[in-house]
């Protein structure tokens, strides 16, 4: 059964912390992303690796970096939390044009700055 | 700038019956579309795919229609039950490298 998982379920933090969220998949898929996702404002791309050590800004990556150092891993960094970065941070995974880029999607990390 | 819109208002039906959940997208001629399943608290789960030389797809009780004309799709849940209930995404592929854009999303409950 294909598995994306996120490190922590919930997550409590203070402003000004460094924060890391990891996401791991064991599909062998290249393509990584994390997003965010607020009521009223959907799914938002914060970063999306396509291959070990390379990344791309997605729509919202300001306050956010990431790091891809094994195929398997994503993380997320928040390098100095502020409470506007509360939110459900998901992490997901996809072959590249291969099944119609079918996303896989981990449980999510509830993250609360305060 | 490519948009996609879902129904914002929750939908609410009876059991037994056939919900239909919309979305519509702007300045944009995807190849496919696709419809995922997201329960509280947890990530979304891929449903369907439609291609834009298909018209409808079926799986079980779901029905996805894709109109490149109207640029909408339709997705259908016939016979609904309570545990259909959840919030229904659709999603668009934008650029390139397997990204998506993502719907805000349909909240569907269905009343027993």
């Known amino acids: 059964d294909v598995k994306v998982t996120q490190s922590s379920r919930y997550l409590v933090k203070r402003t000004g912390e460094k924060v890391f969220l990891e996401c791991v998949q064991d599909?062998?898929?290249?393509?990584m992303f994390w997003y965010r996702q607020d009521p009223g404002l959907g799914l938002r791309l914060i970063y999306f690796?396509?291959?070990?050590?390379?990344?791309e800004k997605g729509d919202i990556p300001e306050g956010y970096s990431v790091s891809r150092e094994k195929k398997e891993r994503f993380s997320l960094i928040l390098e100095s939390a502020s409470t506007n970065q509360t939110s459900m941070y998901l992490c997901?995974?996809?072959?590249?044009?291969?099944?119609?880029?079918?996303?896989?999607f981990g449980p999510g990390t509830r993250l609360t700055v305060l | 700038s490519q948009k996609i819109e879902q129904n914002s208002e929750a939908l609410n039906i009876q059991e037994g019956k056939t919900a239909t959940l919309t979305c519509n997208y702007t300045?944009?001629?995807?190849?496919?579309l696709q419809w995922y399943r997201q329960d509280p608290g947890r990530g979304p789960v891929f449903l369907l795919l439609?291609?834009?030389?298909?018209k409808e797809k079926r799986k079980e009780r779901l029905k996805v229609t894709f109109d490149t004309t109207l640029k909408q799709s339709l997705f259908h849940i016939t016979a609904s039950q309570p545990a259909d209930s959840a919030t229904y995404l659709c999603?668009?592929?934008?650029?390139?490298?397997?990204?998506?854009?993502f719907g805000q999303g349909t909240e569907l409950s269905v009343k027993p």
């Open positions: 997901a995974s996809s072959r590249p044009l291969l099944s119609y880029n079918e996303q896989f």
């Open positions: 599909m062998d898929h290249e393509n």
């Open positions: 690796s396509y291959d070990v050590k390379m990344k």
């Open positions: 300045n944009y001629s995807p190849a496919y």
């Open positions: 439609i291609r834009e030389n298909e």
């Open positions: 999603a668009l592929p934008y650029n390139q490298g397997g990204k998506l854009i």
